[in-house]
């Protein structure tokens, strides 16, 4: 079992840049795979970034690729995305998830959620 918390979360211009972190504890973090979800009001969770055990291979949707990054420190037991040219659209509950499969963008195929940290964007 793992157990993830969101940081980093706030209220930023469209433009600017925001680095979100989730803490893992538990079990072995270098054992999952990790993503970054998001959800904005009214819709259904979507698959934002994905990385691999190892931190080697990354996975992005279409509409962040080129402004997010996703990344791992596993000494730290800690994921991160840092999100640059931030856009209004990207306002969402941002969630990390752990699983022991592959990466997929099906929000069902993770197994381990965090609570969430709120990004809004202002104009």
């Known amino acids: 079992q793992v157990q993830l918390v969101e940081s980093g979360g706030g209220l930023v211009q469209a433009g600017g840049s925001l680095r979100l972190s989730c803490a893992a504890s538990?079990?072995?973090?270098?054992?999952?795979?990790m993503g970054w979800f998001r959800q904005a009001p009214g819709k259904a969770r979507e698959f934002v970034a994905g990385?691999?055990?190892?931190?080697?291979?990354?996975y992005y949707a279409d509409s962040v690729k080129g402004r997010f990054t996703i990344s791992r420190d596993n000494a730290k037991n800690t994921l991160y995305l840092q999100m640059n040219s931030l856009k209004l659209e990207d306002t969402a509950v941002y969630y990390c998830?752990?699983?022991?499969?592959?990466?997929?963008?099906?929000?069902?195929?993770?197994?381990?959620w965090g609570q969430g940290t709120q990004v809004t964007l202002s104009s």
């Open positions: 538990g079990r072995t973090f270098s054992s999952y795979n």
């Open positions: 998830a752990a699983n022991l499969g592959v990466v997929v963008t099906q929000p069902a195929a993770w197994n381990h």
């Open positions: 990385i691999s055990r190892s931190g080697a291979n990354t």
